[in-house]
């Protein structure tokens, strides 16, 4: 079942309760239609994150860190905390803090989503991404709209790399990349690849190679 459908339970806060359980209370308490709240930073830098496969509700971080979100070519459900936000999906005022993703298996690659069709508005990440496919700091492929971000992430992929979205296909704006990008194949500061998608006002600080 996807995440945030209108099977599931609304009304949760994301607490963490302790370092055991962090991964299974964060992923069972995000499965809600809408009102999810971080209430407090959570810790996962003790597990790999099993990942979220779709996600139609709303996550809220209230300006609170999920630390050390880790991702490898193991994690079952995409290569990001979420791999694909639906058009009904927002995530706002979070911060992926020292994310460790290594994945050679796959596209779409970044810490907050892959496919990206909902809102990402006030994020941000650092840490490091580093993929053998395209990646991108925030997203990998944007058809959403990505508002007033920031990646601090160095990121780096044999394929093609975006500080905050590797592929974008509708709106970045207000946007900031201090992550450095490293790629066999192409980097963008803000998007390695325009497509019909546009870029407003958002500035790129890292440096590209």
Same mark, same amino acid.
């Not at 998007?191 to 407003?200: A, D, F, P």
């Given at each position: 079942?996807?995440?945030?459908?209108?099977?599931?339970?609304?009304?949760?806060?994301?607490?963490?309760?302790?370092?055991?359980?962090?991964?299974?209370?964060?992923?069972?308490?995000?499965?809600?239609?809408?009102?999810?709240?971080?209430?407090?930073?959570?810790?996962?830098?003790?597990?790999?994150?099993?990942?979220?496969?779709?996600?139609?509700?709303?996550?809220?971080?209230q300006?609170?860190? $999920? $630390?050390?979100?880790?991702?490898?070519?193991?994690?079952?459900?995409?290569?990001?905390?979420?791999?694909?936000?639906?058009?009904?999906?927002?995530? !706002?005022d979070l911060?992926?803090?020292?994310?460790?993703?290594?994945?050679?298996?796959?596209?779409?690659?970044?810490?907050?989503?892959?496919?990206?069709?909902?809102? *990402? !508005?006030?994020?941000?990440?650092?840490g490091?991404?580093?993929?053998?496919?395209?990646?991108?700091? *925030?997203?990998?492929?944007?058809?959403?709209?990505?508002?007033?971000?920031?990646?601090?992430?160095?990121?780096?992929?044999?394929?093609?790399?975006?500080? $905050?979205?590797?592929?974008?296909?509708?709106?970045?704006?207000?946007c900031?990349?201090?992550?450095?990008?490293?790629?066999?194949?192409?980097?963008?500061?803000?998007?390695?690849?325009?497509?019909?998608?546009?870029?407003?006002?958002?500035?790129?600080?890292?440096?590209?190679?």
């Amino acid at each position: 079942m996807p995440y945030g459908s209108n099977d599931s339970v609304s009304g949760f806060n994301v607490v963490q309760k302790d370092n055991n359980n962090v991964v299974s209370v964060f992923a069972e308490e995000l499965c809600v239609i809408n009102g999810n709240l971080l209430s407090a930073d959570v810790d996962m830098s003790a597990h790999v994150w099993s990942g979220i496969k779709e996600f139609y509700g709303s996550l809220h971080g209230q300006g609170n860190s $999920i $630390i050390g979100l880790r991702i490898n070519d193991d994690t079952p459900n995409g290569f990001s905390l979420i791999d694909t936000l639906r058009k009904e999906g927002e995530i !706002k005022d979070l911060r992926l803090e020292n994310v460790s993703i290594d994945v050679n298996a796959e596209l779409g690659v970044a810490s907050f989503v892959s496919w990206n069709f909902g809102v *990402l !508005k006030n994020c941000s990440t650092d840490g490091f991404v580093q993929a053998y496919y395209p990646a991108g700091g *925030l997203v990998g492929h944007n058809s959403g709209e990505i508002l007033s971000c920031k990646n601090s992430a160095t990121v780096a992929a044999v394929g093609s790399v975006g500080g $905050i979205a590797n592929y974008n296909y509708n709106l970045v704006a207000d946007c900031v990349n201090e992550g450095t990008l490293s790629s066999g194949n192409g980097c963008g500061g803000i998007c390695n690849l325009l497509g019909n998608g546009e870029i407003r006002n958002s500035i790129n600080k890292g440096s590209l190679s």
